[in-house]
């Protein structure tokens, strides 16, 4: 071989690498052009609103020899045809996806006898509950298959739109996936004084919005490339019904809105732009009704909203993009540009007249961060909460019974997160260091986190002590709390200590 074949070789194979490698990044180009194209969904203007929207029963009770009302909850398999000759398998409270509406008083004595009658360990959690730390239903209350687990309690909170749901560590997002979910009631006596609509199913209707997708039949629990908020579906459904419409008779309606999905953030409003009055949040009424056209809640938070129809109109609950300041690559995987038509409102020719709305609601309840004791901060992020991961043999803090205390919650990380702390219902002082939106200024427990965001919320802890049993908080971005991004406390008497948590046998 010649001296002046051998560079001409080299030449040769140096161009078919630089062809082969520029190829190489051509189709990776084109391939990531084709996932973020593809990463969006809608369903606005396409929705044909055919299935009548179905509302969750009122849980029957039972009244005990010590005035304790008692409710029953079964945890089952099943199969339910979302879409007709397509039957899917499901789990549920009573019946074979979600689960009855519970309602309680103020000062009532409520028990539930919790029975799993699953394959695995869950667990019920009363969301946005005040209680024992022993009855919360997080993962340190396990209830094994074919066990019962009957916790009972005063009711000693306002009226307010709670949930419950699982909490089994590890498996959070694929319980409540499945369909294990249900709304809890609460009722007082200012609440019942004031001119709301309050008819249950008929001018009160609970919106339990989830996401879904499909495979076949079956549900697809799948998190697609890219989706580091967790599940993100393709659909929407209320109260377990694709497509829903709703026949309207009242002039004013009363929505409960619960996100319920697992992942998805909503920015609810209406298809025509109409104005809606915002009375309550997650844990009860506002000091004044808020006038608002459009209303963020991110996974595990609650909304009561008040909105008007005219006799005959139609209008369309509508979920548009998230205006959160994410950047461009974040907005579109984490479901930021998706756009969802989710419920029909079909108003009666004739409607029943409606007080107006009363212009106070009820006075401030909520700590307003003037008496904490304590600052505490908390930086999130995937990897975990101040930089640990959930340990379920570690309690991260003790707090005093009996004090307040300000906790300010910074996301540092590239992605969308929220904060849910177990038992108290807080007041949001300040985001990014300004005064909160209207929309966040009632009793809430869950609060949503953009990239590099920052709130302060005040909250009291009014016990009882417990220095064994912690409650939690974390990220309800459920596949997020899976991964780790939960801590737990406990309330003790002064000058106790924490204990020891107590066993677990997971799920």
Same mark, same amino acid.
């Given at each position: ?62 009244? &005990? ?21 397509? /039957? ?23 028990? *539930? ?33 074919? /066990? ?15 949930? !419950? ?19 809890? @009631? ?13 008819? !249950? ?39 377990? =019904?694709?497509?829903? !419409? ?26 025509? /732009? ?55 690559? =974040? ?13 029909? @409102? ?58 307040? &205390? ?66 939690? !908080?974390?990220?309800?971005? @459920? ?16 000058? *106790? ?11």
């Amino acid at each position: 071989m010649s001296s002046n074949s051998r560079p001409r070789k080299w030449r040769r194979l140096l161009v078919v690498l630089v062809a082969f490698v520029t190829l190489l990044v051509l189709m990776i180009g084109a391939g990531v052009t084709w996932v973020y194209v593809e990463a969006t969904v809608s369903t606005v203007g396409s929705t044909r609103f055919v299935n009548e929207l179905a509302i969750p029963p009122l849980a029957p009770s039972r009244t &005990e020899a010590d005035g304790t009302r008692t409710f029953e909850l079964d945890m089952r398999s099943g199969r339910k045809e979302f879409r007709p000759g397509q /039957a899917t398998q499901t789990w549920g409270f009573n019946g074979d996806h979600l689960g009855p509406t519970l309602r309680a008083r103020r000062g009532e004595k409520v028990a *539930v006898a919790v029975r799993n009658n699953l394959s695995e360990a869950s667990t019920v959690h009363w969301h946005g509950m005040h209680l024992p730390a022993a009855l919360d239903g997080g993962p340190h209350q396990m209830v094994q298959p074919g /066990a019962i687990w009957t916790p009972n309690w005063t009711v000693d909170q306002p009226a307010a739109t709670l949930w !419950y749901h699982p909490h089994p560590h590890g498996a959070t997002e694929t319980h409540v996936r499945r369909g294990l979910a249900g709304m809890f @009631l609460l009722d007082d006596d200012v609440s019942a004084s004031l001119a709301l609509p309050d008819t !249950y199913g008929v001018d009160d209707l609970p919106v339990i919005v989830q996401d879904v997708k499909f495979d076949g039949a079956a549900f697809d629990s799948s998190h697609a490339i890219f989706r580091d908020v967790g599940f993100l579906g393709d659909r929407t459904m209320v109260n377990g =019904t694709l497509t829903p !419409y709703r026949s309207i008779g009242d002039e004013l309606v009363r929505l409960r809105l619960l996100n319920a999905s697992t992942a998805r953030t909503y920015t609810f409003g209406f298809s025509d /732009a109409r104005p809606f009055s915002l009375v309550a949040t997650d844990g009860g009424l506002m000091e004044h009704p808020i006038a608002l056209d459009r209303l963020r809640l991110s996974p595990g938070e609650r909304a009561e909203i008040v909105v008007q129809v005219r006799p005959g109109e139609r209008t369309v609950l509508r979920s548009s993009e998230l205006d959160a300041g994410l950047s461009f690559w =974040t907005q579109r995987f984490s479901g930021g540009d998706d756009t969802f038509d989710i419920l029909e @409102l079909r108003a009666a020719d004739t409607l029943r007249p409606s007080p107006d709305l009363p212009e106070t609601l009820v006075s401030p309840v909520a700590p307003d961060g003037t008496d904490s004791v304590r600052e505490r901060r908390f930086e999130v992020n995937l990897a975990g909460i101040n930089g640990t991961p959930m340990a379920m043999d570690r309690i991260d803090f003790t707090v005093t019974r009996g004090t307040a &205390e300000t906790w300010v919650v910074h996301n540092n990380d590239g992605m969308p997160h929220n904060f849910h702390i177990h038992d108290v219902q807080f007041r949001v002082l300040a985001v990014d260091g300004d005064a909160p939106p209207a929309a966040l200024t009632g009793p809430k427990d869950t609060v949503f986190l953009p990239p590099d965001g920052t709130v302060r919320l005040a909250m009291r802890f009014d016990g009882p002590a417990d220095p064994n049993s912690p409650y939690m !908080y974390h990220c309800h971005l @459920l596949w997020h709390e899976d991964q780790g991004m939960m801590g737990q406390f406990v309330v003790v008497e002064p000058g *106790v200590r924490a204990g020891t948590p107590p066993s677990h046998h997971g799920h």
